[in-house]
């Protein structure tokens, strides 16, 4: 079974938000990042330089 990396999910979440305008998907992209901490200090950079293989939100 495969599992998502946490910076695929928020990255997935923020895309589904920006077209479907939805807050949950907002949400549960803060989630992941306040239960990850200091792991995802890429995201708390703002994304300037995320991890090599994940895909920029535009």
């Known amino acids: 079974m495969p599992v998502n990396s ?8 923020l895309e589904w938000a920006k077209t479907s305008r ?3 998907q907002i ?3 803060a989630g992941v990042i ?3 901490g200091d792991a995802l200090d890429w995201v708390r ?3 300037e330089d995320p991890p090599r ?4 939100v535009t």
């Not at 293989?53 to 920029?56: A, D, F, I, L, M």
């Open 27 to 29: 949400s549960d992209a």
């Open 45 to 47: 950079r703002g994304a």
């Open 53 to 56: 293989g994940s895909q920029t």
């Open 34 to 36: 306040a239960a990850y």
């Open 6 to 13: 946490p910076e695929d999910v928020i990255l997935s979440k």
């Open 22 to 24: 939805s807050e949950r």
